[in-house]
């Protein structure tokens, strides 16, 4: 369960970016996360709920939208996405491939009350 | 009041990965190899530590960072070897990050060849943390089946080497070491497999060899 720490980075880079536009409330805020980024979209929202609390973010409404993985493929360039965990390419079975999308952890966009 | 939407992108562990990014830059430059060891509780990582350091000692200098969530004991396990180990205890925590490792960094000797770092025995959480490391390598232990690599793939797939420990429990436990390695290899095709046992010596002096031709490729790209 690594997703308090993940969340605590989070209401970091919030906390930030709120300052910077002198927000005085954050009413939204919307998260990327990748099929394969390691965080479980549960575990993440309970890990929000406890860690708004007292904070700038006491009413914001979470949304997570999961990412697959996706591939692209060096040798026949090929663009796929995997949910079947055998990573090669569906086209011409080659193992060279590029990740494209659907490992990372990502805060993609916030709504502030401001003045 | 008025409401107003922005745009952030931001990666919520990229203050890790900055942090990682640096060390990494650093023990390169110094020439140092930095292993990151992953694995469940138990799968062997200080027992492989033990029988290596025993074999790479004689020509190499090393130094072990031990994670665990209390006690000193897998730090004391390598210093009676004879290897400088630093123990961090995470207090609960099932990982280490960068920053942990950040602030063990001026302690570490510059004329280092091999850095091991011990991760937090989980085979989940760990995976998600880059912690400066040159190879991360994965252990898989016979007694914990040979379906691991897609039940946790992420450990799998951001690792180096997948190590199956324990190999002299085989013919006592229903695992096929082909259906773990393929497991290995459909979720990491460029993963490298070795096969050890602490215990009978199986498979240390090549895991060994690939760590002494890792180094040399670190050295050579520096040059």
């Known amino acids: 369960m690594h997703e308090l720490s993940l969340i605590a980075n989070l209401f970091e880079i919030m906390e930030q970016k709120a300052k910077e536009k002198n927000a005085k409330k954050i009413t939204y805020v919307k998260l990327k996360v990748g099929a394969l980024s390691g965080a479980v979209p549960d575990l993440l929202e309970t890990a929000f709920d406890i860690y708004k609390k007292d904070t700038i973010a006491s009413d914001a409404k979470l949304e997570i939208e999961t990412v697959p993985l996706k591939l692209k493929c060096k040798e026949c360039d090929a663009v796929m996405e995997k949910d079947d965990l055998v990573l090669n390419c569906e086209k011409c079975g080659s193992t060279n491939l590029e990740t494209l999308a659907g490992t990372d952890l990502y805060l993609e966009k916030m709504e502030l009350e401001v003045d | ?223």
């Open chain 2, 1 to 223: 009041m008025k409401k107003k939407q922005i745009m952030i992108l931001e990666d919520l562990l990229g203050s890790n990965k900055k942090i990682a990014g640096d060390i990494r830059k650093k023990l390169t430059a110094k020439g140092i190899l930095a292993i990151n060891l992953l694995s469940s509780p138990g799968a062997g990582k200080t027992s492989l530590l033990e029988k290596l350091v025993e074999i790479l000692r004689p020509d190499y200098k090393m130094a072990v960072i031990e994670g665990d969530i209390e006690t000193e004991r897998d730090a004391e396990r390598i210093r009676a070897k004879g290897i400088q180990a630093w123990q961090i205890s995470t207090g609960g925590a099932c990982h280490l990050d960068a920053k942990m490792i950040g602030k063990l960094f001026s302690e570490i000797p510059p004329d280092l060849d091999f850095l091991f770092i011990e991760n937090v025995g989980n085979l989940v959480c760990p995976a998600s943390f880059d912690l400066g490391e040159s190879i991360r390598c994965v252990l898989l232990s016979i007694p914990e089946g040979d379906d691991k690599p897609k039940k946790y793939p992420k450990a799998f797939m951001t690792s180096d080497a997948l190590i199956i420990s324990k190999t002299d429990l085989l013919n006592k436990l229903p695992f096929h070491i082909e259906r773990a390695t393929q497991e290995g290899l459909d979720v990491n095709p460029k993963i490298k497999v070795f096969k050890t046992s602490a215990v009978d010596g199986t498979g240390i002096n090549e895991f060994a060899r690939y760590l002494i031709e890792e180094l040399k490729k670190l050295r050579c790209s520096n040059a």
